[in-house]
């Protein structure tokens, strides 16, 4: 009978594969082979390594000690960036990039409406530094296009600076609810045919309604691009605007006031409106949609009011024309606002109580610890400054 030869003086036998632990990151699979170059098991791209020193073998993961960049306790929508990687320049950084981002998307594509305008005679003369250019339906979409253009700038900066992907923007479930967002949008149109009903029985059908050379496109194009430019502006302000102010406050509810403070006056002042009431009406919108976002832990909401409401007030447009519709100077509002501002409430209401029939969470831990999911932070969950 042959004898083997007993192992070096300090070096175990080697009796098969080791046994390998449970990976530490939920949803990724423990490493299936040992460390590079054994005998055995020969390869060069492994998830782990092995170190063998006459103990129980010693298996790391590569970037085991890498901060994660989704939440590892749970966190309301305003503060889903505050995660152990959070650093606090990545909010600074985000909003900038956006803005100029944004910025330079809507100049581009407005230049390109108007030398389109210019080029087919709707202008004979354009002074470009005027402050009242002519509203034409080429311009008219080229700004629905442009703000509609923050949804993808806002899903690649959460992406660059927060290493998020982009459905994590639209909700704490990761992803646009769409079942959620067409039940809401339902419940909004109902209130809003019930105001449209009571305008038409308290002022009477507008007369000055006609089919004009516009109509056919002015259609078209709020039908299509109406929705994206009402979802653009929720994704930019209630989404990324507002996580990256929450994520600069410990505290969960001063992060929800400021942001919901700065994000509607930002929404007011992006309308430029001189009217006072005009400027009641818009931070009313805006304190009601972050409301919604707060107790639906996502943007479907808004995104349903907002859509609801621009395509209603833009209804008549196509029959009536483009000139006035950007008109916001003082005077042009008037105490009537406040009954838009009683059905945004009660639209509001009417969301709210079906988010609380479907049990709707308003937080998540996404990177949570299996069995660590509480209201406690472990160590390592906040961010390295604070």
């Not at 990039?97 to 944004?102: E, I, N, P």
């Not at 900066?157 to 459905?167: D, M, P, T, W, Y």
């Not at 304190?287 to 907002?306: D, M, R, Y």
Request: charged residues 10%; hydrophobic residues 50%; aromatic residues 10%.
């Amino acid at each position: 009978m042959s004898q083997q030869n007993p192992p070096p003086q300090g070096q175990p036998s080697f009796q098969g594969p080791p046994s390998y632990p449970a990976s530490p990151y939920p949803g990724q699979p423990a490493p299936a082979q040992p460390y590079p170059g054994h005998p055995q098991y020969p390869g060069e791209h492994h998830q782990a390594q092995v170190q063998y020193s006459g103990q129980p073998p010693i298996v790391w993961y590569p970037h085991a000690d890498r901060p994660s960049e989704l939440p590892v306790v749970p966190r309301e929508y305003h503060e889903f960036y505050r995660t152990p990687r959070l650093r606090w320049w990545h909010p600074l950084v985000a909003l900038l990039g956006f803005g100029f981002a944004w910025l330079v998307a809507v100049l581009l594509v407005s230049l390109a409406a108007l030398f389109y305008d210019i080029a087919v005679g709707s202008y004979a003369f354009v002074d470009l530094t005027a402050a009242d250019i002519p509203i034409t339906p080429a311009l008219f979409l080229a700004n629905n296009v442009g703000l509609a253009l923050a949804i993808p700038l806002a899903l690649g900066i959460q992406r660059l600076v927060f290493k998020q992907r982009g459905g994590w923007l639209f909700s704490i479930a990761g992803r646009l609810r769409w079942g959620l967002l067409g039940r809401f949008m339902l419940v909004t149109l109902v209130l809003y045919v019930v105001l449209i009903a009571v305008e038409l029985l308290t002022g009477g059908v507008p007369t000055d309604l006609s089919v004009r050379p516009e109509t056919w496109f002015l259609l078209v194009s709020i039908l299509l691009t109406t929705p994206l430019q009402s979802a653009g502006e929720e994704v930019a302000l209630r989404g990324l605007l507002a996580r990256s102010i929450g994520a600069w406050f410990p505290a969960s509810r001063v992060g929800l006031v400021v942001s919901t403070a700065v994000t509607s006056a930002v929404f007011m002042v992006l309308h430029g409106a001189g009217d006072p009431w005009l400027n009641l009406q818009y931070v009313c919108f805006g304190v009601v949609a972050s409301v919604l976002v707060w107790k639906t832990g996502g943007l479907e909401a808004p995104i349903a009011l907002h859509v609801v409401n621009n395509l209603i007030g833009l209804s008549v447009v196509p029959f009536t024309g483009l000139d006035g519709l950007f008109d916001r100077e003082a005077g042009v509002g008037s105490p009537l606002v406040l009954v838009q501002v009683v059905v945004l409430v009660a639209a509001a209401a009417g969301m709210l109580w079906q988010a609380r029939r479907l049990g709707l969470p308003t937080s998540a831990a996404p990177a949570a610890p299996a069995g660590t999911v509480d209201a406690h932070e472990p160590p390592g969950s906040r961010p390295a400054w604070g």
